[in-house]
């Protein structure tokens, strides 16, 4: 008799569906034995870490016999300046993943429901379900909208009762771009209960323009206790392999962050180069501007194969296909392009596509339209 472990897990933990990475460069090399390989599927920067980050790096190297500091006090002390916050406002975590995951441990239990969108970031349902407690999904925007697929703030809303505890935002939205509004935003955050926690995920942050009227949603750090902003070092600020984020909260909130973190969650090699990385305006000003660039290369080409696309303030482009996703993925994939499929996102005659260096833009457009073609 083998003993059917699956039936002793947690409820929430025996169903769930795990997250779905974007395919690694390694595996395809593996599995394919193709040697150039242009990897757009996980929206890092094509420019890689901030110099400053990579000599932080390796000073630090000297000392990783030791445990980190768990307070990450350096850190910690450069993001309050930064964001004008005080530092028991900050939570740091092995990537904002970890951090989401902390709010769903402080706060969800079985008896208690989270708010989110359909088409959002996959995590949110990951660590609501892990924790046992209820996902109340909201249908997104119809496809003929403004923001085709966005967040319906109204419909979120709407499904808020005594039982909701925490609702996950994602502003842009991962995978599909859009994004909230500042006075939408800011009406949604009057109109939510005060004991209702409102995490806006702003993951993307750095790569947001101002024209687009993408909230800073910390603007009301001080006007709405419920907030909880959470960021990442994974995307614009090129550290996706170390694995740090932090959020930021009302003190008494973060306080109950940090109850449930681990008590050396982020290793000594990601503080130094959060850190140092954080120092570089310069570095990020450049992904910015590849990115603003390769997003009008990427565009262009899509209008060109007459593919559109829904709007997007990130570093990466949800674009409709016009056929299975995940087909188009896979002849990628054969020719040594990863890009996203989407269709595990309710999206499944899209791919997303994060936007690399000229190079690699060039090199996707190019397969893209081969295999349009066939
Ligand atoms: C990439 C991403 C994150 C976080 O990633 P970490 O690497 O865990 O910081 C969080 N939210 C969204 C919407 C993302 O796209």
Same mark, same amino acid.
């Given at each position: 008799?083998?003993?059917?472990?699956?039936?002793?897990?947690?409820?929430?933990?025996?169903?769930?569906?795990?997250?779905?990475?974007?395919?690694?460069?390694?595996?395809?090399?593996?599995?394919?034995?193709?040697?150039?390989?242009?990897?757009?599927?996980?929206?890092?920067?094509?420019?890689?870490?901030?110099?400053? #980050? $990579?000599?932080?790096? !390796?000073?630090?190297?000297?000392? &990783? *016999?030791?445990?980190?500091?768990?307070? @990450?006090?350096? +850190?910690?002390?450069?993001?309050?300046?930064?964001?004008?916050?005080?530092?028991?406002?900050?939570?740091?975590?092995?990537?904002?993943?970890?951090?989401?995951?902390?709010?769903?441990?402080?706060?969800?239990?079985?008896?208690?429901?989270?708010?989110?969108?359909?088409?959002?970031?996959?995590?949110?349902?990951?660590?609501?379900?892990?924790?046992?407690?209820?996902?109340?999904?909201?249908?997104?925007?119809?496809?003929?909208?403004?923001?085709?697929?966005?967040?319906?703030?109204?419909?979120?809303? #709407? $499904?808020?009762?005594? !039982?909701?505890?925490?609702?996950? &935002? *994602?502003?842009?939205?991962?995978?599909? @771009?859009?994004? +909230?509004?500042?006075?939408?935003?800011?009406?949604?955050?009057?109109?939510?209960?005060?004991?209702?926690?409102?995490?806006?995920?702003?993951?993307?942050?750095?790569?947001?323009?101002?024209?687009?009227?993408?909230?800073?949603?910390?603007?009301?750090?001080?006007?709405?206790?419920?907030?909880?902003?959470?960021?990442?070092?994974?995307?614009?600020?090129?550290?996706?392999?170390?694995?740090?984020?932090?959020?930021?909260?009302?003190?008494?909130?973060?306080?109950?962050?940090?109850?449930?973190?681990?008590?050396?969650?982020?290793?000594?090699?990601?503080?130094?180069?959060?850190?140092?990385?954080?120092?570089?305006?310069?570095?990020?000003?450049?992904?910015?501007?590849?990115?603003?660039?390769?997003?009008?290369?990427?565009?262009?080409?899509?209008?060109?194969?007459?593919?559109?696309?829904?709007?997007?303030?990130?570093?990466?482009?949800?674009?409709?296909?016009?056929?299975?996703?995940?087909?188009?993925?896979?002849?990628?994939?054969?020719?040594?392009?990863?890009?996203?499929?989407?269709?595990?996102?309710?999206?499944?005659?899209?791919?997303?596509?994060?936007?690399?260096?000229?190079?690699?833009?060039?090199?996707?457009?190019?397969?893209?339209?081969?295999?349009?073609?066939?």
């Amino acid at each position: 008799m083998t003993c059917d472990f699956s039936s002793l897990a947690a409820p929430g933990v025996r169903t769930l569906q795990p997250y779905q990475p974007g395919k690694p460069e390694s595996e395809l090399r593996r599995e394919y034995g193709l040697s150039h390989i242009v990897k757009l599927a996980s929206n890092e920067n094509p420019l890689g870490p901030s110099p400053k #980050a $990579l000599v932080a790096v !390796r000073e630090a190297l000297s000392e &990783i *016999a030791r445990y980190p500091d768990g307070n @990450g006090f350096s +850190l910690k002390t450069a993001l309050s300046s930064r964001l004008n916050v005080p530092i028991t406002a900050l939570t740091l975590g092995n990537g904002s993943n970890d951090v989401l995951e902390l709010v769903a441990r402080a706060f969800l239990t079985p008896a208690h429901e989270a708010v989110f969108s359909e088409h959002a970031f996959a995590v949110y349902p990951i660590v609501t379900q892990a924790v046992g407690a209820i996902a109340r999904i909201a249908k997104a925007n119809a496809p003929d909208h403004a923001m085709p697929h966005g967040h319906d703030l109204a419909a979120m809303l #709407a $499904l808020i009762t005594d !039982r909701t505890r925490v609702i996950f &935002i *994602a502003n842009p939205n991962n995978p599909t @771009g859009t994004w +909230l509004r500042t006075l939408e935003l800011q009406s949604f955050l009057e109109a939510v209960p005060e004991q209702v926690l409102v995490v806006v995920d702003e993951a993307y942050f750095e790569y947001v323009e101002a024209d687009s009227d993408c909230p800073n949603t910390l603007r009301w750090f001080d006007r709405f206790p419920n907030l909880i902003v959470t960021r990442t070092f994974s995307k614009a600020y090129g550290l996706a392999g170390l694995r740090v984020g932090y959020a930021v909260s009302q003190p008494p909130v973060a306080d109950l962050l940090n109850r449930v973190r681990q008590p050396f969650n982020v290793n000594s090699l990601a503080l130094a180069a959060a850190t140092a990385a954080l120092d570089d305006a310069e570095h990020l000003e450049r992904g910015r501007a590849l990115n603003r660039a390769g997003m009008n290369q990427l565009q262009e080409a899509c209008r060109c194969f007459g593919l559109s696309w829904l709007p997007s303030v990130g570093n990466f482009l949800c674009v409709n296909v016009g056929r299975s996703g995940r087909e188009l993925f896979l002849a990628l994939l054969k020719q040594g392009v990863i890009a996203r499929p989407v269709d595990n996102y309710g999206l499944p005659h899209s791919l997303r596509i994060s936007i690399g260096t000229e190079a690699e833009n060039a090199r996707l457009i190019e397969v893209l339209g081969n295999v349009l073609k066939e």
